[in-house]
């Protein structure tokens, strides 16, 4: 061998350590990054969780769905089904049973209080905590929430996709093909077909994009605040009451249960 093959070798050798750092540096950074996602889709199905557990509170105090249809209709909540699902008394969903002078006016500011804790999860889930700034977080510690996931999924995609066209495993072989002149002939003697090779490798370690709409998450409609609908809330309980009282009484024994 001389000495303009010896460098030819070392030349290549360090051009294919440097093009496997970056390949394989690149493919793992988007795996960690897909892993992050995982972690955050659990926990924020934990959160749509806690948003129905509080849809249903609130739905059987205002003593069904038609009812309740009826309360997102008037304060212009255009498309609640996904608070609509669930109807029933669940655990942990008020910290003390409110008190009032009259049977009415405890079951007015519960539903006040029910429907406060229900805007605010809803309010978490879609956008994180109030007041919430993740800039000094880093990605992995960061509150999760529906924008961020659906943002993230986007940037996943992206890298997919550039990924894919740039640095495909099949694009790789191809290129180290450049420094081996008697790559052929190995492969020739060896009965093998390089093109045939990497596209049979792309196929197989292709990236997939990520389906948003798989991953299993609901999309909650955004509440008014309380002091926006306080008013309503309460010509809705009154009303509610006056026809509806024995089911009322029901779903407030229901929830005073489980409430300390």
């Known amino acids: 061998m001389d000495i303009f093959d ?4 070392k030349l290549a050798g360090e051009v ?10 690149a493919r793992k950074r988007l795996d960690d990054l897909a892993g992050i996602l995982e972690t955050f889709v659990e926990n924020l199905k934990k959160k749509g969780e806690a948003v129905e557990t509080r849809a249903g509170v609130f739905n059987a105090l205002l003593t069904g769905e038609t009812e309740a249809a009826r309360f997102y209709d008037a304060v212009g909540v255009s498309s609640p ?7 029933g008394i669940g ?19 519960t539903t006040r209080k029910v429907y406060d804790a229900l ?6 889930y879609l956008h994180g905590p109030p007041d919430y700034h993740p800039e000094d977080e880093a990605l992995e510690e ?3 929430h529906y924008e961020l996931v659906l943002n993230m999924t986007k940037t996943i995609n992206d890298q997919i996709e550039k990924i894919n ?17 008697d790559w052929d002939q190995k492969a020739n003697i060896a009965g093998s077909n390089l093109v045939g090779f990497a596209d049979g490798v792309d196929r197989k ?13 609901k999309e909650y409609p955004e509440l008014p605040k309380l002091g926006k609908v306080d008013k309503k809330i309460k010509g809705f309980c009154k009303d509610i009451y006056g026809r509806r009282r024995e089911a009322v009484e029901t779903a407030m024994e229901a929830l005073k249960k489980t409430t300390a």
């Open 6 to 9: 010896d460098f030819s070798e």
């Open 16 to 25: 294919m350590a440097d093009m496997a750092d970056n390949y394989f540096g």
């Open 81 to 87: 089904d996904s608070l609509l699902a669930k109807e």
């Open 91 to 109: 655990e942990g969903v008020l910290d003390t049973f409110p008190d009032a002078l009259t049977a009415k006016g405890r079951y007015i500011q």
């Open 119 to 124: 805007q605010k999860r809803c309010e978490d």
């Open 142 to 144: 960061m509150e999760t």
């Open 165 to 181: 066209k740039s640095r495909s495993p099949g694009s790789m072989l191809q290129y180290v093909r450049g420094f081996q002149p």
């Open 205 to 217: 370690l292709v990236y997939k994009p990520i389906k948003f709409e798989e991953l299993g998450l």
